[in-house]
């Protein structure tokens, strides 16, 4: 082989390499990317049962894989009381799917020398020095005494929920009661008020536990959106739409839709006598379930957006992709490598990157994802995880309340490896 034909054939296994890197999603036949059509079918199967036996109105899935979309389908009604027939293009309230999308934010302005990981947040948000931790609380009141913690939370206890903030509506009873005296919201569903005032606010409240000791999920991710509006200057809403949404081709994801694209979003529902009917009250913080379709000027960090099953498809493949999509470098491969990486240690036992929750060897035996899957979901019953190894995204979104459905989840997860036939 001559020396012009070996450098022709570098070349080319380089530009194979590339792509295989940093790919658009893009529609393609299963098996050209190792699935079975036959197999996939099994999906079908499983959505129906659930449709069948009303435990869902709805619902839309989207697997792709080596780049690929090679199943993108939606199922039953986006309105259980119209039977408004579900498309793929519909939108969902993703609650804390929001709260990636934040931390890639973070570590945006974090590759921008904005902040180091293990500063003190207070350096940035002075209300958090010299925090205190819950030591009894009286739930005739609300009211509680405190001891002084330990340490201060840093940017990385946040990130990895280890600060020791809990949530409000949804957490410990103790401090639900405490935040919900205090006019300390979950983040989901409301609009009204900014973002700031509830953080700083928040800072005055006792932690539950000393940083660092214990994984707690919590309000971090509302914190970490304040922090992306101190280090970019911008609110979180402008800072999504410019510098992640815009570059990443999300045009359908929002705190708050644009009313031509009110008709689009999912009615959400909840289980009554054992089947999915329209939410008619409130939820969580005595909110609106209608909220993505008002206008608002709280943009929650950890539960505020809603969205397509695409958009975050597309937001998903980046990490795959080392930090690309659409020709753009949102991080480098090193920084989601870090991301990607366990950063809950023992004696805790929590599996935690910056931002997703993940399969490492210690957990591996639980679940089919291979070693290095990142995953979460949302309150709303929405799940998805990418796995590197098996160059795989799956999703699937449905809006129950109070319905977090995790038999369907799990079962979605072991329908869509079971078609992998390469």
């Given at each position: 082989?001559?020396?012009?034909?070996?450098?022709?054939?570098?070349?080319?296994?380089?530009?194979?390499?590339?792509?295989?890197?940093?790919?658009?999603?893009?529609?393609?036949?299963?098996?050209?990317?190792?699935?079975?059509?036959?197999?996939?079918?099994?999906?079908?199967?499983?959505?129906?049962?659930?449709?069948?036996?009303?435990?869902?109105?709805?619902?839309?899935?989207?697997?792709?894989?080596?780049?690929?979309?090679?199943?993108?389908?939606?199922?039953?009604?986006?309105?259980?009381?119209?039977?408004?027939?579900?498309?793929?293009?519909?939108?969902?309230?993703?609650?804390?799917?929001?709260?990636?999308?934040?931390?890639?934010?973070?570590?945006?302005?974090?590759?921008?020398?904005?902040?180091?990981?293990?500063?003190?947040?207070?350096?940035?948000?002075?209300?958090?020095?010299?925090?205190?931790v819950l030591v009894n609380f009286n739930e005739s009141d609300s009211s509680y005494s405190t001891e002084p913690a330990?340490?201060?939370?840093?940017?990385?206890?946040?990130?990895?929920?280890?600060?020791?903030?809990?949530?409000?509506?949804?957490?410990?009873?103790?401090?639900?009661?405490?935040?919900?005296?205090?006019?300390?919201?979950?983040?989901?569903?409301?609009?009204?008020?900014?973002?700031?005032?509830?953080?700083?606010?928040?800072?005055?409240?006792?932690?539950?536990?000393?940083?660092?000791?214990?994984?707690?999920?919590?309000?971090?991710?509302?914190?970490l959106g304040y922090l992306v509006e101190i280090w970019s200057g911008m609110s979180l809403d402008e800072f999504f739409?410019?510098?992640?949404?815009?570059?990443?081709?999300?045009?359908?994801?929002?705190?708050?839709?644009?009313?031509?694209?009110?008709?689009?979003?999912?009615?959400?529902?909840?289980?009554?006598?054992?089947?999915?009917?329209?939410?008619?009250?409130?939820?969580?913080?005595?909110?609106?379930?209608?909220?993505?379709?008002?206008?608002?000027?709280?943009?929650?960090?950890?539960?505020?957006?809603?969205?397509?099953?695409?958009?975050?498809?597309?937001?998903?493949?980046?990490?795959?992709?080392?930090?690309?999509?659409?020709?753009?470098?949102?991080?480098?491969?090193?920084?989601?490598?870090?991301?990607?990486?366990?950063?809950?240690?023992?004696?805790?036992?929590?599996?935690?990157?910056?931002?997703?929750?993940?399969?490492?060897?210690?957990?591996?035996?639980?679940?089919?994802?291979?070693?290095?899957?990142?995953?979460?979901?949302?309150?709303?019953?929405?799940?998805?995880?990418?796995?590197?190894?098996?160059?795989?995204?799956?999703?699937?979104?449905?809006?129950?309340?109070?319905?977090p459905l995790r038999s369907l989840g799990d079962k979605f997860k072991i329908a869509t490896y079971q078609a992998i036939?390469?």
């Amino acid at each position: 082989m001559n020396t012009i034909m070996k450098i022709f054939l570098i070349v080319i296994a380089l530009l194979v390499g590339y792509t295989a890197v940093a790919q658009n999603l893009m529609p393609g036949k299963p098996e050209q990317a190792g699935i079975s059509s036959e197999r996939l079918g099994r999906i079908d199967n499983l959505v129906q049962e659930y449709l069948s036996t009303q435990q869902i109105p709805g619902a839309v899935v989207l697997i792709a894989r080596q780049g690929k979309i090679v199943y993108q389908k939606a199922y039953g009604f986006s309105d259980a009381d119209t039977k408004t027939p579900m498309k793929t293009d519909h939108i969902f309230r993703i609650a804390s799917q929001t709260k990636a999308i934040t931390s890639l934010a973070v570590m945006m302005l974090w590759e921008e020398g904005k902040f180091l990981l293990d500063e003190p947040v207070s350096k940035y948000i002075p209300e958090l020095k010299n925090p205190r931790v819950l030591v009894n609380f009286n739930e005739s009141d609300s009211s509680y005494s405190t001891e002084p913690a330990k340490s201060e939370p840093t940017i990385r206890q946040l990130l990895t929920h280890t600060s020791g903030i809990d949530y409000a509506a949804i957490g410990s009873r103790e401090m639900k009661g405490i935040y919900a005296k205090a006019g300390v919201p979950s983040g989901i569903g409301n609009n009204t008020g900014k973002l700031a005032d509830k953080i700083k606010l928040l800072a005055q409240l006792p932690l539950k536990h000393h940083p660092g000791e214990r994984y707690t999920y919590g309000l971090n991710t509302d914190v970490l959106g304040y922090l992306v509006e101190i280090w970019s200057g911008m609110s979180l809403d402008e800072f999504f739409q410019k510098r992640i949404f815009l570059p990443l081709g999300m045009k359908d994801t929002y705190f708050y839709l644009p009313k031509e694209k009110y008709s689009r979003l999912v009615t959400l529902c909840e289980t009554q006598n054992g089947k999915a009917v329209t939410v008619k009250g409130k939820i969580y913080d005595q909110v609106d379930p209608n909220y993505p379709a008002t206008a608002g000027t709280y943009y929650s960090g950890g539960a505020g957006l809603s969205g397509t099953i695409e958009d975050y498809a597309r937001f998903l493949q980046l990490f795959l992709n080392g930090g690309t999509y659409n020709g753009t470098r949102l991080l480098s491969r090193k920084t989601v490598e870090l991301m990607l990486t366990n950063q809950v240690q023992p004696p805790l036992t929590t599996q935690f990157g910056l931002g997703f929750g993940l399969e490492t060897a210690s957990n591996d035996y639980l679940s089919v994802y291979s070693v290095g899957s990142f995953s979460w979901g949302g309150a709303f019953s929405t799940q998805y995880w990418a796995d590197p190894k098996e160059k795989l995204v799956a999703l699937i979104y449905t809006n129950m309340y109070n319905a977090p459905l995790r038999s369907l989840g799990d079962k979605f997860k072991i329908a869509t490896y079971q078609a992998i036939v390469d």
